[in-house]
């Protein structure tokens, strides 16, 4: 576990649970570091949300060290968020907005926290419409976005292995989604997916449409999933599943979410997503989850806090988080395989795809 020696997810445990002499424990701990909790926080995004989360009462707890440092994270966050707000608001004005889908960053933090300011987004996600992808991408480029996603295939068959286009413009990137992810045994319905949106308001007089609750916590653990087989799994992620479910666990039904996950064939990921999160951030209960997982060993492929912290440690392209994943697929390893083998051309131009297929 040499890539956190700090062991930061200590640390954000107790503070997603609200303990502030816990989290002051473990930076006082005998392996805790300054540098180390500095780089813990950076690398995983999370200087938004520690001072949205630990507030005036749990700040106070915090050395005098870790506060300067959140201060001086937050100018750098503020002037970020600024200016892709106004990208967005751009996108929105240059582009058929109704046939446009916002998945993450602003839409997320509004929705989860009820502020932009507790969530720190680097880029924007958007889904096209169905059958509006292509119509969309010109609109973008029109406005004065270059397109960074290279391929040698024909267009057509990008989306048997993409799921998204990233543009770029005034050095801010944005992800033009065609699917939600692309992997060959996936089955999601992308039309009813549209059907069940939502419309919020954003800061700025700003009108999207978003992902339902359903669909914003699926959208969050494929993210998990998917970024844990690159061994990228960011705590921000978990951080933002936690507070998701936190909402789905007092409301709403988890059998009811893992029957619909079964003919989209992610029941299976969906349980080792949130056994992840059970595992990594497990002062807060979720009682009504652990029963449904409970219900669920067979599809488990994560039985304990140290393979969990492994998974999350591991160096990006880890063979070992690819085999974890194969080991969570709901198809053939096999062909799994061979998609990836494929795909490579589709994702990176020639020259990358080569080195990374070679130095893996």
């Known amino acids: 576990m040499s890539r956190d020696p700090f062991c930061g997810y200590t640390f954000l445990d107790a503070v997603v649970a609200g303990d502030w002499l816990a989290a002051r424990a473990s930076i006082q701990s005998a392996t805790a570091k300054e540098g180390g909790l500095q780089s813990f926080v950076a690398r995983h995004g999370l200087s938004c949300y520690l001072r949205w989360r630990l507030g005036a009462e749990g700040f106070t707890e915090l050395p005098g060290w870790l506060r300067l440092q959140l201060w001086a994270f937050q100018a750098q966050d503020d002037e970020l968020r600024d200016r892709l707000m106004v990208q967005l608001a751009h996108v929105y004005a240059s582009c058929d907005d109704t046939r446009l889908l916002l998945m993450k960053g602003p839409a997320l933090a509004q929705r989860l926290y ?135 666990e007092s409301t709403e039904d988890w059998e009811s979410f893992f029957t619909h996950r079964r003919p989209e064939r992610l029941e299976g990921l969906a349980v080792n997503a949130l056994l992840m999160l059970q595992l990594v951030l497990p002062s807060v209960p979720r009682p009504r989850l652990a029963k449904a997982l409970a219900a669920r060993t067979e599809l488990a492929e994560i039985s304990s806090r140290e393979q969990a912290l492994e998974l999350l440690l591991a160096a990006p392209y880890s063979t070992a988080n690819r085999s974890w994943f194969m080991d969570c697929y709901p198809g053939s390893r096999l062909g799994y395989l061979a998609w990836l083998a494929l795909g490579q051309p589709a994702k990176q131009n020639l020259a990358f795809a080569l080195g990374q297929t070679f130095s893996r």
């Open 114 to 248: 009820g502020t932009l300011a507790a969530r720190r987004f680097v880029d924007l996600d958007l889904m096209a419409a169905p059958g509006a992808f292509e119509a969309l991408r010109q609109q973008l480029l029109a406005a004065g976005y270059t397109e960074q996603t290279q391929a040698l295939y024909p267009r057509g068959w990008l989306r048997r292995f993409i799921h998204a286009h990233t543009l770029v413009r005034d050095g801010l990137e944005l992800d033009l989604h065609i699917a939600l992810r692309v992997r060959p045994a996936y089955r999601l319905d992308h039309d009813a997916l549209w059907q069940r949106r939502l419309r919020v308001a954003l800061p700025g007089d700003l009108e999207v449409c978003v992902p339902c609750d359903e669909d914003s916590l699926l959208i969050l653990i494929l993210s998990v999933v998917h970024d844990l087989e690159l061994g990228k799994l960011r705590a921000k992620t978990l951080v933002d599943l936690h507070t998701a479910c936190e909402h789905w």
